[in-house]
Protein backbone atom coordinates (compact mmCIF):
# COMPACT_ATOMS: atom_id res chain seq x y z
CA UNK A 1 0.00 0.00 0.00
CA UNK A 2 1.35 3.59 -1.04
CA UNK A 3 1.59 5.80 2.36
CA UNK A 4 -1.11 7.97 3.38
CA UNK A 5 -0.30 11.06 2.59
CA UNK A 6 -0.60 13.99 5.55
CA UNK A 7 -0.50 17.50 5.74
CA UNK A 8 -0.42 19.19 9.05
CA UNK A 9 -1.58 22.64 10.02
CA UNK A 10 -0.46 24.03 13.68
CA UNK A 11 0.92 27.10 14.25
CA UNK A 12 4.13 25.56 15.98
CA UNK A 13 7.20 24.71 14.28
CA UNK A 14 8.30 21.98 17.35
CA UNK A 15 4.72 20.25 17.06
CA UNK A 16 4.78 20.29 13.47
CA UNK A 17 8.16 18.75 13.31
CA UNK A 18 7.41 15.60 16.25
CA UNK A 19 4.45 14.92 14.45
CA UNK A 20 6.35 14.49 11.17
CA UNK A 21 9.07 12.49 12.96
CA UNK A 22 6.18 10.41 15.10
CA UNK A 23 4.23 9.51 11.79
CA UNK A 24 6.94 8.95 9.29
CA UNK A 25 8.80 6.31 11.68
CA UNK A 26 7.30 3.06 10.01
CA UNK A 27 7.10 4.51 6.37
CA UNK A 28 3.38 3.74 6.22
CA UNK A 29 2.90 7.74 6.14
CA UNK A 30 4.28 10.36 4.08
CA UNK A 31 3.69 14.21 5.18
CA UNK A 32 3.48 16.34 2.27
CA UNK A 33 2.87 19.98 3.45
CA UNK A 34 2.96 22.18 6.36
CA UNK A 35 1.04 25.33 7.26
CA UNK A 36 1.33 27.68 10.55
CA UNK A 37 -1.74 29.37 10.42
CA UNK A 38 -5.23 28.82 8.23
CA UNK A 39 -4.96 31.27 5.45
CA UNK A 40 -1.37 28.92 4.10
CA UNK A 41 -3.16 25.94 5.04
CA UNK A 42 -6.13 26.65 2.58
CA UNK A 43 -3.12 28.09 0.36
CA UNK A 44 -1.33 24.98 0.72
CA UNK A 45 -4.61 22.34 0.27
CA UNK A 46 -4.89 23.67 -3.31
CA UNK A 47 -0.98 23.06 -4.11
CA UNK A 48 -0.97 19.65 -2.48
CA UNK A 49 -3.32 16.78 -2.53
CA UNK A 50 -3.23 15.19 0.73
CA UNK A 51 -5.13 12.53 2.36
CA UNK A 52 -5.38 13.62 5.34
CA UNK A 53 -5.23 16.83 6.95
CA UNK A 54 -4.22 17.07 10.75
CA UNK A 55 -5.54 20.37 11.84
CA UNK A 56 -5.35 22.43 14.91
CA UNK A 57 -8.27 24.87 16.59
CA UNK A 58 -5.79 27.61 17.85
CA UNK A 59 -3.87 29.79 14.76
CA UNK A 60 -3.79 32.84 13.41
CA UNK A 61 -5.83 34.36 10.66
CA UNK A 62 -8.44 31.49 10.09
CA UNK A 63 -8.48 29.02 12.90
CA UNK A 64 -9.08 25.70 12.67
CA UNK A 65 -13.01 25.56 12.61
CA UNK A 66 -12.66 28.19 9.92
CA UNK A 67 -10.41 25.84 7.49
CA UNK A 68 -12.93 23.34 8.51
CA UNK A 69 -16.04 25.48 7.17
CA UNK A 70 -14.05 26.52 3.99
CA UNK A 71 -13.28 22.85 2.98
CA UNK A 72 -16.76 21.17 3.60
CA UNK A 73 -18.28 24.46 1.34
CA UNK A 74 -15.49 23.50 -1.29
CA UNK A 75 -16.38 20.33 -1.13
CA UNK A 76 -12.42 19.70 -0.87
CA UNK A 77 -11.81 15.64 -1.10
CA UNK A 78 -9.99 15.45 1.70
CA UNK A 79 -10.22 13.84 5.24
CA UNK A 80 -10.06 16.47 8.06
CA UNK A 81 -8.58 15.27 11.82
CA UNK A 82 -8.94 17.71 14.09
CA UNK A 83 -5.88 17.51 16.29
CA UNK A 84 -5.98 20.11 19.31
CA UNK A 85 -5.50 20.20 23.10
CA UNK A 86 -9.22 21.53 23.53
CA UNK A 87 -11.42 19.25 25.00
CA UNK A 88 -14.66 21.38 25.55
CA UNK A 89 -17.56 19.96 24.14
CA UNK A 90 -18.51 23.26 22.12
CA UNK A 91 -15.69 22.99 19.62
CA UNK A 92 -15.94 19.17 19.04
CA UNK A 93 -19.68 19.21 18.59
CA UNK A 94 -19.09 22.50 16.00
CA UNK A 95 -16.92 20.00 14.32
CA UNK A 96 -18.95 17.63 13.93
CA UNK A 97 -22.03 19.48 12.48
CA UNK A 98 -19.70 21.00 9.80
CA UNK A 99 -18.71 17.61 9.22
CA UNK A 100 -15.24 16.70 10.43
CA UNK A 101 -13.84 13.08 9.99
CA UNK A 102 -11.94 12.87 13.15
CA UNK A 103 -11.12 14.75 16.80
CA UNK A 104 -8.16 13.78 19.05
CA UNK A 105 -6.24 15.24 21.47
CA UNK A 106 -2.47 16.35 21.40
CA UNK A 107 -2.10 14.48 24.61
CA UNK A 108 -2.86 11.08 23.07
CA UNK A 109 -0.77 8.24 22.67
CA UNK A 110 0.70 7.80 19.68
CA UNK A 111 -1.15 4.53 18.45
CA UNK A 112 -4.23 6.74 19.22
CA UNK A 113 -3.06 8.99 16.48
CA UNK A 114 -2.33 6.77 14.13
CA UNK A 115 -5.64 4.78 14.37
CA UNK A 116 -7.55 8.07 13.96
CA UNK A 117 -5.60 8.61 10.79
CA UNK A 118 -6.02 5.35 9.41
CA UNK A 119 -9.87 5.01 10.45
CA UNK A 120 -10.64 8.11 8.69
CA UNK A 121 -8.59 7.69 6.00
CA UNK A 122 -10.98 4.72 5.13
CA UNK A 123 -14.02 6.37 5.23
CA UNK A 124 -14.56 6.14 8.55
CA UNK A 125 -15.53 8.44 11.66
CA UNK A 126 -12.89 8.79 14.75
CA UNK A 127 -14.00 10.63 17.76
CA UNK A 128 -11.44 10.12 20.75
CA UNK A 129 -13.08 7.12 23.21
CA UNK A 130 -12.63 9.82 26.42
CA UNK A 131 -14.78 12.67 24.45
CA UNK A 132 -17.72 10.10 23.55
CA UNK A 133 -19.74 10.50 26.71
CA UNK A 134 -19.62 14.39 25.95
CA UNK A 135 -20.41 14.36 22.64
CA UNK A 136 -23.31 11.97 23.50
CA UNK A 137 -24.66 14.07 26.84
CA UNK A 138 -24.80 17.10 24.17
CA UNK A 139 -26.56 15.21 21.40
CA UNK A 140 -28.86 13.97 24.41
CA UNK A 141 -29.78 17.47 24.74
CA UNK A 142 -31.43 18.27 21.56
CA UNK A 143 -34.34 17.12 19.57
CA UNK A 144 -33.83 15.44 16.34
CA UNK A 145 -37.14 15.91 14.36
CA UNK A 146 -37.74 12.71 12.22
CA UNK A 147 -39.88 13.76 9.09
CA UNK A 148 -40.90 9.68 9.32
CA UNK A 149 -42.24 7.99 11.93
CA UNK A 150 -38.96 5.60 12.18
CA UNK A 151 -36.42 3.82 10.50
CA UNK A 152 -37.25 0.32 8.96
CA UNK A 153 -35.59 -2.86 9.86
CA UNK A 154 -33.72 -2.77 7.13
CA UNK A 155 -32.25 1.24 7.20
CA UNK A 156 -31.23 0.56 10.82
CA UNK A 157 -29.45 -2.38 9.35
CA UNK A 158 -28.00 0.20 6.49
CA UNK A 159 -27.29 2.56 8.87
CA UNK A 160 -25.43 0.46 11.72
CA UNK A 161 -22.99 -0.57 8.73
CA UNK A 162 -22.58 2.48 7.29
CA UNK A 163 -21.60 4.12 10.91
CA UNK A 164 -19.15 1.21 10.60
CA UNK A 165 -17.34 2.74 8.01
CA UNK A 166 -18.65 0.49 4.91
CA UNK A 167 -19.22 1.90 1.75
CA UNK A 168 -22.23 1.60 -0.51
CA UNK A 169 -21.20 -1.66 -2.40
CA UNK A 170 -19.85 -3.54 0.43
CA UNK A 171 -22.86 -2.20 2.52
CA UNK A 172 -24.80 -4.13 -0.72
CA UNK A 173 -22.69 -7.11 -0.09
CA UNK A 174 -23.66 -7.38 3.33
CA UNK A 175 -27.12 -7.37 2.81
CA UNK A 176 -27.36 -9.27 -0.24
CA UNK A 177 -28.82 -6.35 -2.01
CA UNK A 178 -28.25 -4.28 -4.88
CA UNK A 179 -25.96 -1.25 -4.95
CA UNK A 180 -28.53 0.98 -5.79
CA UNK A 181 -30.91 -0.55 -3.32
CA UNK A 182 -28.42 0.89 -0.16
CA UNK A 183 -28.03 4.61 -2.05
CA UNK A 184 -31.88 4.36 -1.96
CA UNK A 185 -31.99 3.52 1.75
CA UNK A 186 -28.98 5.79 2.98
CA UNK A 187 -31.10 8.55 1.28
CA UNK A 188 -33.98 7.88 3.48
CA UNK A 189 -31.88 7.32 6.07
CA UNK A 190 -30.25 10.34 6.03
CA UNK A 191 -34.24 12.44 5.37
CA UNK A 192 -35.75 10.52 8.31
CA UNK A 193 -32.84 12.02 10.54
CA UNK A 194 -32.38 14.99 9.49
CA UNK A 195 -28.61 14.72 8.37
CA UNK A 196 -26.76 15.62 5.21
CA UNK A 197 -23.79 13.24 5.40
CA UNK A 198 -22.18 9.95 6.59
CA UNK A 199 -20.10 11.54 9.03
CA UNK A 200 -23.40 13.12 10.79
CA UNK A 201 -25.65 9.97 10.37
CA UNK A 202 -22.52 8.13 12.51
CA UNK A 203 -22.54 10.49 15.01
CA UNK A 204 -26.58 9.86 15.26
CA UNK A 205 -25.87 6.19 15.22
CA UNK A 206 -23.32 6.98 18.32
CA UNK A 207 -26.49 8.43 20.15
CA UNK A 208 -28.88 6.62 19.83
CA UNK A 209 -26.49 3.21 20.62
CA UNK A 210 -26.99 1.57 17.09
CA UNK A 211 -23.07 1.03 16.95
CA UNK A 212 -20.32 1.33 19.28
CA UNK A 213 -17.34 2.83 16.87
CA UNK A 214 -14.62 2.89 19.38
Known sequence: MN?????????????????????????????????????QCIEMINKVCPD??????????????????????KKKDIKVLILTIHNEVEYLVRAVEIGVN???????????LK????????GETYIQSS???????RLDDRVIHLENDSLTKREVEVLKLLAEGLFNKEIAYMLGISE??????????????NVSDRTQAAVYAIKNNFVDLF
Open 3 to 39: PIKIAIADDHLMVREGIKQLLELDGDIVVIGEADDGI
Open 52 to 73: VLLLDINMPRMNGIQVLQYLKE
Open 102 to 112: GYVLKDSESAV
Open 115 to 122: KAIFTVYK
Open 131 to 137: LVPLLKR
Open 180 to 193: KTVKNHVSNIFKKI
